[in-house]
């Protein structure tokens, strides 16, 4: 089974300032396609997940591009360039190359 | 609009059965993949199960194969989760999440989780 590990777990942030978080696999996420089977999701307080970036680097509707996401293999990075009160919540990453496993989840509060 | 509900939580005693449900509305149910999702109260998300569009395949966690079975009804744009012989640890609560497609071209895709429902409560407790 492949086994997901993201850090910080906990991140505190000054709302404009840019925040990072990581994750890494297990085992590589590289498809033989080239494209990395890898997402990442955010659940605000109180909600469902929600998609942000799929195939590692793809935005996905109506997610602002503050947000992106980078990596290959099996390291990845979230990065949001300048906070928002908003973003506050877990966000999960989550390979797709076996069924599916998640990440611990990294907690984003504002300072 | 797009959506899922999910239905039939509740409180089960250990080594009971529950159904959960979950009704889709506002896309064509019958050409999506499907999943369950769950999340135990204070934890992270832990992914459950999933089926094919037209319910032939179907793939669980090591956590609920032999126990839990999933299934749906494309007549009623319903998805199912029947779970047996539940245990503490079951306790969660269960979204179901629909696979989106990315077409890479000639018949090769990726699927993302792109509408999750509102969850329902599973309590297994004595």
């Known amino acids: 089974d492949i086994v997901m590990t993201q850090s910080p777990l906990s991140l505190p942030v000054t709302p404009g300032e840019p925040a990072s978080i990581s994750c890494r696999s297990s085992?590589?996420?590289?498809?033989?396609?080239?494209?990395?089977?890898f997402d990442w999701y955010l659940q605000r307080p109180g909600q469902s997940p929600q998609l942000l970036i799929y195939?590692?680097?793809i935005r996905a509707s109506g997610v602002p591009d503050r947000f992106s996401g980078s990596g290959s293999g099996t390291d990845f990075t979230l990065k949001i360039s300048r906070v928002e009160a908003e973003d506050v919540g877990i966000y999960y990453c989550?390979?797709?190359?076996?069924?599916?496993?998640f990440g611990q989840g990294t907690r984003l509060e504002i300072k | 609009q797009v959506q899922l509900v999910e239905s039939g939580g509740g409180v089960v005693q250990p080594g009971r059965s529950l159904r959960p449900s979950c009704a889709a509305s506002?896309?064509?149910?019958?050409?999506?993949?499907i999943h369950w999702v769950r999340q135990a109260p204070g934890k992270g998300l832990e992914w459950v199960a999933v089926i094919s569009h037209d319910g032939t395949k179907k793939y669980y966690a090591d956590s609920v194969k032999g126990r839990f079975t999933i299934s749906r009804d494309n007549s009623r744009n319903t998805l199912y989760l029947q779970m047996n012989s539940l245990r503490v640890e079951d306790t969660a609560v269960y979204y179901c999440a629909r696979e989106s497609r990315y077409d890479f071209g000639s018949g090769a895709y990726y699927g993302y989780l792109d509408v999750w429902g509102k969850g329902t409560t599973v309590t297994v407790s004595s």
């Open positions: 989550m390979q797709a190359l076996q069924t599916r496993t």
């Open positions: 085992q590589s996420l590289l498809h033989s396609n080239g494209y990395n089977y």
């Open positions: 506002g896309f064509t149910f019958n050409i999506y993949v």
């Open positions: 195939l590692g680097s």
